[in-house]
DNA sequence: TAGGCCATCTGGTCCT
DNA sequence: AGGACCAGATGGCCTA
């Protein structure tokens, strides 16, 4: 960690100090003017009071003659502030300062170390003292509620729950780092309807091509089916907004979906596979993270699950089981064109491949 | 430009 | 006496 140093010359005389030589101790300069007219056993008045005198009058001193008489002072009797006197308190404030410096620092080691600690560390914006122990603070209590209540929250839920008393700067971080939209965390009163029934209810796909009718590959049980533009992606390119349920996100309105069928993989789909995996009550009852994705592997019809390690393999002609985790999938037909990386993330029922929204052409 | 954050200095207090 | 700790003051840097 580097070490700004003060500019000022004190703070120069406090480096090159070398603890050995009182000579090169440089006196501030009012002092050097009492000292310079006295010998080196000479009485001389100490800062403070010299403070006093300064600002002190012959009417002060006429009051002070007029005081009652005030008893002896206890305690040690003041010792004479003589040059070699004030140069040795001099050198033992350098070191103090010294002290306090290295004490700070290792504070502020410390600090480093919690920072790395606690989530949405990151090493280009770092988080100001006061918002990393508030953070850290959140932290611990989400887990030891984890803990307590042995259920893992939902993604917002928890960045919820890390994001009390924080900034909104820090919020913003949080956000961040569990892949979260800052807007998420806002008071639903904040953000826009859309983007409330957006993050909770509905996921989109991109819709390369214009004349690709979603209506009949995604069709709800009870279909609305509404086409805007995604707030992802600054609404460049269309996208399918199907909302599948009105519920909160916890308890999802569709019914729950443990296993799809091949029968709903046909052209006309009651529900399309990624959607039915998300209208069960996986994605919204799972507590998700930006870790907590599935990794498809475009050459096979198999997905990786990144918690057991285990490839799953899709059969055509039997029923797919949710996985245990419940995270959603997708049948890999559909997924062709996809990078190896691509991934879901449930947190917000996004589905992305890289920087873009989840292209499904080879679904038409 | 105001406000937040930070490093540093400083004097006071407590403890060994 | 000296070290640890603390809080106030101060000035620099950065950002909205």
Redesign the pocket.
């Known amino acids: 960690m580097p ?5 000022n010359s ?2 120069e005389q ?1 480096l090159s100090f070398t603890g050995s030589d009182l000579d090169d101790i440089d006196l501030d300069d009012d002092i050097s003017e009492l000292i310079e007219s006295d010998d080196e056993d000479s009485e001389v008045n100490s ?2 009071e010299n403070k006093n005198q300064k600002s002190s009058t012959g009417r002060k001193r006429k009051d002070k003659q007029e005081e009652p008489k005030v008893p002896k002072k206890r305690g040690p009797k003041k010792k004479r502030m003589t040059k070699a006197r004030i140069a ?1 308190l001099r050198l ?10 290295n ?3 290792g504070l ?1 080691d410390a600090l480093d170390i919690l920072r790395k600690h606690v989530p949405c560390y990151s090493k280009t914006q ?1 988080l ?4 990393t122990l508030r953070l850290a603070r959140n932290y611990i209590s989400a887990l030891s509620d984890i803990l307590e209540s042995g259920v893992k929250p939902d993604s917002v839920t928890f960045a919820k729950a890390l994001s009390k008393g924080l ?1 909104q ?1 820090t919020m913003n971080l949080v956000a961040g780092g569990l892949q979260l939209n800052p807007r998420t965390l806002l008071p639903e009163s904040t953000y826009a309807k859309q983007y409330q029934f957006y993050y909770n209810n509905t996921f989109e796909v991109s819709k390369p091509n214009q004349n690709v009718s979603y209506h009949n590959v995604y069709s709800l049980p009870s279909p609305q089916v509404a086409y805007s533009h995604s707030p992802i992606n600054n609404g460049v390119s269309p996208v399918a907004r199907i909302p599948y349920s009105h519920s909160s996100p916890v308890s999802c309105g569709l019914p729950s979906c443990t296993s799809v069928s091949q029968a709903n993989f046909g052209n006309v789909r009651d529900t399309s596979p990624l959607q039915a995996a998300t209208a069960s009550s996986s994605i919204q009852c799972e507590a998700v993270t930006s870790s907590n994705y599935m990794q498809y592997d475009n050459n096979m019809e198999r997905y990786m699950d990144p918690r057991s390690q285990q490839t799953v393999q899709f059969f055509p002609q039997q029923s797919v089981p949710v996985p245990h985790d419940c995270s959603p999938y997708i049948l890999l037909d559909d997924l062709a064109d996809f990078s190896p990386d691509t991934t879901i993330d449930t947190d917000m029922s996004i589905i992305s491949s890289g920087s873009s929204i989840f292209d499904v052409h080879r679904i038409i």
Do not use: T
């Not at 070490?3 to 500019?7: A, D, G, N, P, V």
């Not at 100001?128 to 918002?131: G, R, T, V, Y």
């Open positions: 070490i700004k140093m003060q500019e004190e703070a406090d800062p403070d040795k033992r404030r350098v070191k103090a300062n010294a002290r306090e410096r004490r700070m620092h502020n770092k100001s003292k006061i918002e900034s700067n």
